[in-house]
């Protein structure tokens, strides 16, 4: 896991680069119609995605700013939080079939990013990693 993090932290615009497309991810996967993704049966599949998703969101943009400050902290939470919330208003829009705004899938995006920025701070800590 240290291998990992220091990867993100050391290769700044790599992880920028990666934060991006992964943002992009989540907007196309999120959007994709309803009817197109395959049925699993995992017990709530989707929370355990939309968790997933938004922690690595979180993760990677806090690489991408490096510095451990409790402000950027807050702010990305606040910005994972808003992103979810956006998600799910344009899923509860009506432009892809077979979306509905489900309020347990924005808990799920927030719970998510909340220990995606744990781990940050955690594996920062844990690391010793400095800019």
């Given at each position: 896991?240290?291998?990992?993090?220091r990867?993100?932290y050391?290769?700044?615009?790599?992880?920028?680069?990666?934060?991006?497309?992964?943002?992009?991810?989540?907007?196309?996967?999120c959007?994709?119609?309803?009817?197109?993704?395959?049925?699993?049966?995992?017990?709530?599949?989707?929370?355990?995605?939309?968790?997933?998703?938004?922690?690595?969101?979180?993760?990677?943009?806090?690489?991408?700013?490096?510095?451990?400050?409790l402000?950027?902290?807050?702010?990305?939470a606040?910005?994972?939080?808003?992103?979810?919330?956006?998600?799910?208003?344009?899923?509860?829009?009506?432009?892809?079939?077979?979306?509905?705004?489900?309020?347990?899938?924005?808990?799920?995006?927030?719970?998510?990013?909340?220990?995606?920025?744990?781990?940050?701070?955690g594996?920062?800590?844990?690391?010793?990693?400095?800019?």
């Open positions: 896991m240290k291998a990992f993090f990867f993100f050391l290769y700044k615009k790599r992880t920028a680069w990666i934060a991006v497309l992964w943002t992009l991810l989540i907007l196309v996967a959007l994709i119609p309803g009817n197109e993704i395959p049925d699993v049966n995992v017990p709530l599949a989707d929370k355990w995605v939309h968790f997933a998703i938004f922690g690595g969101f979180a993760f990677l943009w806090m690489c991408v700013y490096q510095r451990p400050a402000g950027k902290g807050i702010f990305m606040v910005l994972t939080t808003a992103l979810g919330y956006a998600v799910e208003l344009l899923q509860g829009s009506g432009i892809t079939r077979g979306r509905s705004y489900d309020p347990y899938d924005l808990l799920a995006d927030s719970i998510g990013g909340i220990l995606g920025l744990a781990a940050f701070f594996l920062h800590r844990h690391t010793g990693a400095s800019t």
